[in-house]
């Protein structure tokens, strides 16, 4: 009776008979696997398979020789035959069972691998993968790297630091949910765009971080679906505008000519019956939920370019019949498509050199996170958060702290800079430090009006935040978070949730819940986390839907991006006489270029004023020129605090509206006696400075190593008296200097290195 | 250089010789009431939210205590105010005794920025103040009160502190606290009608109908409002007021020459005194430029917000209908602008006794809280018209006696009475 074969046997030999090719690859599996357990005869064996190795003749700058098959297959037998005596044969049977299954999951490898496989084999492969019984198992480890890298170029970014920082966050099943809800032509390989990219990689990084941070722990993702980015062509080519392209070649002025009546036929235009069919089931699945229709495109949101602003996101109120929801889903995703042909976008591409880059335009298409209140729907609170502070209050605060723009409702008012309303400015590594201390002052520089989407008109509307808490304040969730009450020159915190609106106004100050609660530690978890694993400073946007527990990411991309400013260092080779300053401390990145004037109030001479009127005086001829001198042109300069309140001594008197015009504001402080008087840090307009974008920097001359250059303050020529003639007695204390006429054609620069805390302030030679 | 510099307690000292010389009095009641009487400065140690320790720079100053408790602020300031301190101690001495209130004057601080302190350390400042100075603040002693950077709820733990070392409630430690915790009703509309009791008597000492007047004011702050309130109730007839507008960054005059109505302009107002332009022009105002109230043929003119708007520049443009200046604002005048109402004879109720108002309720304050035993708004309001009558009254009746300017009767009136206290009491 001939001996049983071994189970690996059995199987080996069925695949010599049907399958040799995968024989082959399982034969190369076991050699790798003989090798690493060190077996000596393998060494040998693989020895014999390097034909250069006994090719005297050989040499590098020509073909190897080829071995042939028969001596192939001699190779591969012999090593079964060294496996089956140095291993045991269960062993063996659970090796060659496993390399099978890997193979059963090798389609998956192969589409994703393969450039062009249309979108709908991808995800009909990434689904049948993810329902596979032990799906974990059945690619090996580095299949495993590999299909992940293989998709994440597929359907987020082909920039290989994008790749290398998110392939270790991503599973393969990671794609399923997301291709499932990704509408596309079937036959196309579009991507997903560079704001899917970023919430992707953020949501993965974040909840890796989960099960080690309590913090993280009711953080989610709203529901979103995607449009892939060739979703434009495809619906450029439906319509025959497929000229459309190349309009960004054309003359500025023409396309900025042209653009309102693009919009219009873009909106005018139709989808394919493909994508509608997607976008059908995407309102199926959102329900009546209120949308956010999102720019994604292929360059938007990658390291180095910033399209801040310059697409359209759009909102929708979604509400109505299925045919009504469609349409406004997809008139909303016209008008974006047709943001990627306006002016800005475009003149924007042109001076970065990325014109000739072939834009795509992805579509996110996000539930809005919120409530229904009365008519309207709305998040409790929402915001954006940058992990590197750039906007420093206090000498107390670090870059790295970090800086919150938080609003009550859509977070629409903090991501833009309204001018006349404001969000709470918060600090998540030391919130305890407020922008605004007097009840006055909260109550000046609070939000008074709340960005809204009106379900009934089904616009994104809006109201004042005082009457729909008097409408609606009993159902606004998390509202005793919120507000205070400002009650006889007080603000008060509600004392649990019963809160008398007839006693006082509501103020939205965030009182309770910056001290209470999990707000602060979940945006500094989520800080923290992403800019150390992502290794740059980054910008998200969030939103609470009312549960004061969960958290919301909406997106998520690196800081430089968001305000357009990198950090520069300051130039080493500037004339030692074109330096008109240098500073060492509280500096924030910025630049601050062609600045034509210079207004500089000397401190000595401002100390030596004799009488309060005179003071006052200052503070008025401040203001005069503020109005005189072309806007963010120039940059004022004087002694300690611009806009000192209660004593006129310790700094210029004025108000914002003095000094809404500069471009830059700069605090003196000159040592006195045996003290530095304190500088303001703007602090008495300074979220108007914040809003308006106005750079602030104190300059300390008497300190170690700080250059002030005030002969040239001194000597250069005042033109005080030219601009404004009625006023007397000033022109030693206000020194009005027009450096692009002192000097031909020149202006002043100042560059400020927040990284290293340097900045210098200089002349700048055409 | 340095001493021409422009100094508040040189110049408050300047001001006292200049009266004390007008009244006579001898070396030692100078010398006495030049200086303060007492200054505090100790240190406040107070550890920090990052658990070190930081040493705070803490005073009192109590300029003059001869006819009461002290009374004055504590603010919240950078390091080089000192004499900013004790010349607003001597004004408060003044201010005190010229409405005849039993107070004296008081100023003290902490050299801090509350910006960069969280709240928990600003508490720990307060209570840290308290303690060093527990024993010689008090409500018989010296009662502080809510200045620059400092609120009530910097009073309440104040309070709390100075209840805690005394082993009991004495409310009556602090004023400027929140109703329910020794605060007092009428707070907000004290400054505003204070004035209006002084103009109403003004008014009938010139022999003037109200009902027969107008009045223009500048701003519509706290002060204004309340102000063309009750002067409204009297019969007069308001016709403009300014504000300053956000949006545009400047103010605005709103002018309706049949007069304004205060329910319906508040209405369009928003929380801070901005008024609301394009609603004011479909209710009938006119909107003109924000210095277009003093121009206006009135009989009245209420500078309520700002300080310096009458000045040598705007003073000429006062209408011949002009009689009467009622100082709301702290320093709405400057000496060059005195100077062409004296030559206008335009008669004039100066700062410190016109917006008195707020200084006695807070006196009020510290009544109630000493008998803990809290009035009526109606009670305050009537009390606060007693006293401002009565101040205004022997302030005009001097200067007609004396033929003085009232800036100067006010002042001589302040400092005589202090002067008397210290006498009686046997201190000159």
Same mark, same amino acid.
């Given at each position: 009776?001939?001996?049983?074969? @071994?189970?690996?046997?059995?199987?080996?030999?069925?695949?010599?008979?049907?399958? @040799?090719?995968?024989?082959?690859?399982?034969?190369?599996?076991?050699?790798?696997?003989?090798?690493?357990?060190?077996?000596?005869?393998?060494?040998?064996?693989?020895?014999?398979?390097?034909?250069?190795?006994?090719?005297?003749?050989?040499?590098?700058?020509?073909?190897?020789?080829?071995?042939?098959?028969?001596?192939?297959?001699?190779?591969?037998?012999?090593?079964?035959?060294?496996?089956?005596?140095?291993?045991?044969?269960?062993?063996?049977?659970?090796?060659?069972?496993?390399?099978?299954?890997?193979?059963?999951?090798?389609?998956?490898?192969?589409?994703?691998?393969?450039?062009?496989?249309?979108?709908?084999?991808?995800?009909?492969?990434?689904?049948?993968?993810?329902?596979?019984?032990?799906?974990?198992?059945?690619?090996?480890?580095?299949?495993?790297?590999?299909?992940?890298?293989?998709?994440?170029?597929?359907?987020?970014?082909?920039?290989?630091?994008?790749?290398?920082?998110?392939?270790? !966050?991503?599973? %393969?099943?990671?794609?399923?949910?997301?291709?499932?809800?990704?509408?596309?032509?079937?036959?196309?390989?579009?991507?997903?765009?560079?704001?899917?990219?970023?919430?992707?990689?953020?949501?993965?990084?974040?909840?890796?971080?989960?099960?080690?941070?309590?913090?993280?722990?009711?953080?989610?993702? @709203?529901?979103?679906?995607?449009?892939?980015?060739?979703?434009?062509?495809?619906?450029?080519?439906?319509?025959?505008?497929?000229?459309?392209?190349?309009?960004?070649?054309?003359?500025?002025?023409? $396309?900025?000519?042209?653009?309102?009546?693009?919009?219009?036929?873009?909106?005018?235009?139709?989808?394919?019956?493909?994508?509608?069919?997607?976008?059908?089931?995407?309102?199926?699945?959102?329900?009546?939920?209120?949308?956010?229709?999102?720019?994604?495109?292929?360059?938007?949101?990658?390291?180095?370019?910033?399209?801040?602003?310059?697409?359209?996101?759009?909102?929708?109120?979604?509400?109505?019949?299925?045919?009504?929801?469609?349409?406004?889903?997809?008139?909303?995703?016209?008008?974006?498509?047709?943001?990627?042909?306006?002016?800005?976008?475009?003149?924007?591409?042109?001076?970065?050199?990325?014109?000739?880059?072939?834009?795509?335009?992805?579509?996110?298409?996000?539930?809005?996170?919120?409530?229904?209140?009365?008519?309207?729907?709305?998040?409790?609170?929402?915001?954006?958060?940058?992990?590197?502070?750039?906007?420093?209050?206090?000498?107390?605060?670090?870059?790295?702290?970090?800086?919150?723009?938080?609003?009550?409702?859509?977070?629409?008012?903090?991501?833009?800079?309204?001018?006349?309303?404001?969000?709470?400015?918060?600090?998540?590594?030391?919130?305890?430090?407020?922008?605004?201390?007097?009840?006055?002052?909260?109550?000046?520089?609070?939000?008074?009006?709340?960005?809204?989407?009106?379900?009934?008109?089904?616009?994104?509307?809006?109201?004042? !935040?005082?009457?729909?808490?008097?409408?609606?304040?009993?159902?606004?969730?998390?509202?005793?978070? $919120?507000?205070?009450?400002?009650?006889?020159?007080?603000?008060?915190?509600?004392?649990?949730?019963?809160?008398?609106?007839?006693?006082?106004?509501?103020?939205?100050?965030?009182?309770?819940?910056?001290?209470?609660?999990?707000?602060?530690?979940?945006?500094?978890?989520?800080?923290?986390?992403?800019?150390?694993?992502?290794?740059?400073?980054?910008?998200?946007?969030?939103?609470?839907?009312?549960?004061?527990?969960?958290?919301?990411?909406?997106?998520?991309? @690196?800081?430089?991006?968001?305000?357009?400013?990198?950090?520069?260092?300051?130039?080493?080779?500037?004339?030692?006489?074109?330096?008109?300053?240098?500073?060492?401390?509280?500096?924030?990145?910025?630049?601050?270029?062609?600045?034509?004037?210079?207004?500089?109030?000397?401190?000595?001479?401002?100390?030596?004023?004799?009488?309060?009127?005179?003071?006052?005086?200052?503070?008025?001829?401040?203001?005069?020129?503020?109005?005189?001198?072309?806007?963010?042109? !120039?940059?004022?300069?004087?002694?300690?605090?611009?806009?000192?309140?209660?004593?006129?001594?310790?700094?210029?008197?004025?108000?914002?509206?003095?000094?809404?015009?500069?471009?830059?504001?700069?605090?003196?402080?000159?040592?006195?006696?045996?003290?530095?008087?304190?500088?303001?840090?703007?602090?008495?307009?300074?979220?108007?400075?914040?809003?308006?974008?106005?750079?602030?920097?104190?300059?300390?001359?008497?300190?170690?190593?700080?250059?002030?250059?005030?002969?040239?303050?001194?000597?250069?020529?005042?033109?005080?008296?030219?601009?404004?003639?009625?006023?007397?007695?000033?022109?030693?204390?206000?020194?009005?200097?027009?450096?692009?006429?002192?000097?031909?054609?020149?202006? %002043?620069?100042? $560059?400020?290195?927040?990284?290293?805390?340097?900045?210098?302030?200089?002349?700048?030679?055409? | 250089?340095?001493?021409?510099?422009?100094?508040?307690?040189?110049?408050?000292?300047?001001?006292?010789?200049?009266?004390?010389?007008?009244?006579?009095?001898?070396?030692?009641?100078?010398?006495?009431?030049?200086?303060?009487?007492?200054?505090?400065?100790?240190?406040?140690?107070?550890?920090?939210?990052?658990?070190?320790?930081?040493?705070?720079?803490?005073?009192?100053?109590?300029?003059?205590?001869?006819?009461?408790?002290?009374?004055?602020?504590?603010?919240?300031?950078?390091?080089?105010?000192?004499? *900013?301190?004790?010349?607003?101690?001597?004004?408060?001495?003044?201010?005190?005794?010229?409405?005849?209130?039993?107070?004296?004057?008081?100023?003290?601080?902490?050299?801090?920025?509350?910006?960069?302190?969280?709240?928990?350390?600003?508490?720990?400042?307060?209570?840290?103040?308290?303690?060093?100075?527990?024993?010689?603040?008090?409500?018989?002693?010296?009662?502080?009160?809510?200045?620059?950077?400092?609120?009530?709820?910097?009073?309440?733990?104040?309070?709390?502190?100075?209840?805690?070392?005394?082993?009991?409630?004495?409310?009556?430690?602090?004023?400027?606290?929140?109703?329910?915790?020794?605060?007092?009703?009428?707070?907000?509309?004290?400054?505003?009608?204070?004035?209006?009791?002084?103009?109403?008597?003004?008014?009938?000492?010139?022999?003037?109908?109200?009902?027969?007047?107008?009045?223009?004011?500048?701003?519509?702050?706290?002060?204004?409002?309340?102000?063309?309130?009750?002067?409204?109730?009297?019969?007069?007839?308001?016709?403009?007021?300014?504000?300053?507008?956000?949006?545009?960054?400047?103010?605005? *005059?709103?002018?309706?020459?049949?007069?304004?109505?205060?329910?319906?302009?508040?209405?369009?107002?928003?929380?801070?005194?901005?008024?609301?332009?394009?609603?004011?022009?479909?209710?009938?105002?006119?909107?003109?430029?924000?210095?277009?109230?003093?121009?206006?043929?009135?009989?009245?003119?209420?500078?309520?917000?700002?300080?310096?708007?009458? *000045?040598?520049?705007?003073?000429?443009?006062?209408?011949?209908?002009?009689?009467?200046?009622?100082?709301?604002?702290?320093?709405?005048? *400057?000496?060059?602008?005195?100077?062409?109402?004296?030559?206008?004879?335009?008669?004039?109720?100066?700062?410190?006794?016109?917006?008195?108002?707020?200084?006695?309720?807070?006196?009020?304050?510290?009544?109630?809280?000493?008998?803990?035993?809290?009035?009526?708004?109606?009670?305050?309001?009537?009390?606060?018209?007693?006293?401002?009558?009565?101040?205004?009254?022997?302030?005009?009746?001097?200067?007609?006696?004396?033929?003085?300017?009232?800036?100067?009767?006010?002042?001589?009136?302040?400092?005589?009475?202090?002067?008397?206290?210290?006498?009686?009491?046997?201190?000159?």
């Amino acid at each position: 009776m001939p001996q049983n074969k @071994p189970e690996w046997q059995v199987i080996i030999d069925l695949l010599r008979d049907t399958n @040799p090719i995968l024989l082959n690859r399982i034969g190369r599996k076991m050699m790798n696997y003989l090798y690493k357990r060190n077996i000596s005869r393998i060494e040998e064996l693989m020895k014999r398979l390097d034909s250069t190795s006994t090719d005297w003749e050989y040499s590098e700058n020509q073909p190897m020789p080829r071995l042939n098959q028969v001596l192939l297959q001699e190779i591969m037998d012999e090593v079964f035959t060294i496996a089956a005596q140095e291993v045991s044969a269960e062993e063996l049977a659970r090796m060659i069972s496993l390399w099978v299954k890997h193979e059963q999951a090798r389609f998956l490898a192969m589409a994703a691998e393969k450039r062009d496989v249309p979108l709908a084999d991808i995800t009909e492969a990434v689904t049948r993968f993810s329902l596979m019984p032990d799906a974990q198992k059945s690619l090996s480890p580095e299949e495993r790297i590999g299909v992940r890298v293989a998709l994440i170029r597929r359907f987020f970014s082909e920039d290989l630091d994008y790749i290398n920082i998110t392939k270790k !966050f991503v599973t %393969v099943f990671d794609f399923a949910p997301v291709l499932s809800r990704t509408i596309g032509p079937a036959a196309g390989n579009g991507k997903l765009g560079g704001k899917a990219a970023g919430l992707f990689r953020a949501e993965k990084i974040l909840l890796a971080a989960k099960k080690d941070n309590i913090a993280l722990r009711n953080l989610s993702i @709203p529901k979103t679906w995607y449009v892939t980015s060739d979703g434009i062509m495809d619906f450029l080519h439906f319509n025959a505008l497929e000229e459309m392209p190349t309009i960004k070649y054309r003359d500025p002025v023409e $396309i900025r000519q042209e653009y309102p009546y693009i919009e219009q036929i873009f909106k005018n235009s139709s989808m394919s019956p493909e994508i509608i069919a997607g976008l059908s089931l995407a309102l199926d699945d959102f329900g009546d939920r209120p949308l956010v229709v999102r720019s994604s495109s292929l360059l938007e949101d990658t390291l180095g370019a910033s399209f801040a602003g310059k697409y359209k996101s759009l909102f929708v109120a979604n509400q109505g019949t299925k045919r009504e929801k469609l349409e406004a889903l997809i008139d909303a995703i016209e008008e974006v498509y047709a943001s990627v042909f306006g002016p800005d976008p475009i003149e924007y591409r042109r001076e970065r050199g990325l014109l000739d880059f072939n834009e795509e335009m992805a579509i996110v298409i996000q539930e809005v996170v919120g409530r229904r209140i009365g008519k309207y729907f709305f998040p409790a609170y929402a915001g954006v958060a940058f992990s590197s502070n750039e906007f420093r209050w206090s000498p107390r605060i670090r870059r790295e702290d970090g800086i919150i723009r938080l609003v009550a409702g859509l977070g629409t008012r903090a991501v833009d800079r309204m001018g006349d309303d404001y969000p709470a400015l918060v600090c998540p590594g030391q919130p305890g430090l407020k922008v605004n201390v007097s009840p006055e002052e909260v109550m000046w520089y609070s939000q008074k009006n709340i960005d809204v989407i009106n379900l009934t008109t089904r616009r994104f509307e809006t109201v004042n !935040f005082e009457k729909l808490v008097q409408e609606h304040g009993q159902e606004y969730p998390a509202l005793p978070q $919120i507000i205070s009450i400002y009650q006889d020159g007080q603000l008060f915190s509600p004392v649990g949730t019963m809160i008398d609106y007839d006693k006082g106004a509501p103020v939205v100050t965030f009182s309770k819940l910056l001290t209470h609660g999990p707000f602060i530690p979940q945006i500094r978890a989520i800080l923290d986390i992403l800019s150390k694993e992502l290794g740059w400073p980054v910008d998200i946007e969030f939103a609470c839907d009312g549960d004061i527990h969960k958290l919301y990411l909406l997106q998520c991309r @690196p800081q430089s991006q968001s305000g357009g400013v990198h950090n520069i260092p300051v130039p080493k080779d500037v004339p030692r006489d074109d330096i008109l300053f240098t500073a060492g401390r509280y500096v924030t990145t910025a630049q601050v270029e062609d600045i034509e004037y210079l207004v500089y109030v000397d401190p000595a001479e401002y100390d030596s004023l004799p009488t309060m009127e005179e003071l006052i005086q200052v503070g008025r001829t401040i203001g005069e020129l503020n109005n005189k001198l072309p806007r963010q042109k !120039f940059i004022l300069m004087g002694p300690g605090r611009w806009g000192s309140r209660g004593d006129i001594k310790l700094g210029v008197r004025v108000g914002y509206s003095d000094i809404n015009n500069t471009a830059m504001l700069i605090e003196v402080a000159r040592k006195k006696k045996d003290y530095v008087p304190e500088v303001s840090f703007g602090t008495h307009f300074f979220q108007d400075l914040v809003e308006a974008r106005i750079r602030y920097l104190p300059l300390y001359p008497d300190e170690k190593n700080m250059v002030f250059n005030e002969k040239f303050f001194q000597n250069a020529p005042n033109l005080l008296r030219r601009i404004l003639p009625e006023v007397k007695k000033m022109d030693k204390v206000i020194k009005v200097i027009n450096v692009s006429k002192m000097m031909a054609d020149a202006t %002043v620069s100042v $560059i400020m290195d927040g990284d290293n805390d340097q900045a210098l302030g200089f002349i700048k030679r055409k | 250089m340095a001493d021409k510099s422009f100094n508040a307690f040189e110049m408050a000292q300047k001001q006292f010789d200049g009266v004390a010389e007008k009244l006579g009095l001898d070396q030692a009641t100078r010398d006495l009431l030049r200086n303060p009487m007492r200054e505090y400065h100790f240190n406040i140690p107070v550890r920090m939210d990052d658990g070190t320790v930081k040493v705070f720079r803490g005073f009192r100053v109590q300029h003059n205590d001869a006819r009461g408790p002290g009374k004055g602020g504590i603010r919240f300031h950078p390091q080089e105010t000192i004499d *900013t301190v004790r010349a607003l101690a001597t004004w408060m001495t003044w201010k005190c005794s010229v409405v005849d209130i039993p107070l004296g004057g008081g100023k003290g601080g902490v050299i801090c920025d509350p910006h960069h302190l969280s709240e928990r350390e600003q508490e720990g400042i307060c209570r840290g103040w308290v303690r060093q100075i527990a024993y010689n603040i008090g409500p018989f002693q010296d009662v502080p009160a809510p200045d620059v950077m400092t609120n009530g709820q910097h009073m309440i733990w104040m309070m709390d502190e100075y209840e805690r070392i005394h082993n009991g409630r004495y409310p009556g430690v602090i004023t400027g606290k929140p109703l329910g915790v020794g605060g007092s009703l009428g707070r907000t509309e004290a400054t505003g009608y204070g004035c209006v009791y002084v103009m109403r008597e003004a008014l009938r000492e010139m022999g003037i109908d109200i009902k027969k007047t107008k009045a223009a004011f500048q701003g519509f702050g706290n002060v204004s409002q309340y102000a063309v309130k009750l002067y409204k109730e009297y019969g007069g007839n308001p016709i403009c007021v300014s504000c300053w507008d956000q949006a545009d960054q400047k103010s605005y *005059t709103f002018l309706k020459k049949t007069g304004i109505d205060i329910d319906e302009l508040l209405k369009i107002t928003d929380r801070f005194g901005g008024i609301n332009k394009e609603k004011a022009q479909s209710a009938g105002y006119e909107v003109l430029d924000g210095n277009a109230w003093i121009e206006q043929e009135v009989e009245i003119l209420v500078p309520g917000a700002l300080e310096n708007q009458v *000045t040598k520049d705007t003073a000429p443009k006062m209408a011949k209908s002009v009689k009467l200046i009622v100082e709301g604002a702290n320093g709405p005048t *400057t000496p060059e602008a005195d100077e062409v109402i004296k030559q206008r004879g335009i008669f004039m109720i100066p700062d410190f006794l016109a917006n008195a108002g707020g200084v006695t309720c807070s006196y009020f304050e510290q009544v109630q809280c000493n008998m803990n035993y809290f009035w009526t708004k109606d009670e305050v309001l009537s009390k606060l018209d007693t006293k401002m009558t009565d101040a205004f009254l022997k302030v005009s009746a001097l200067a007609r006696d004396k033929k003085v300017y009232m800036r100067d009767a006010a002042y001589m009136i302040a400092i005589q009475k202090v002067a008397e206290a210290c006498k009686l009491r046997g201190w000159v």
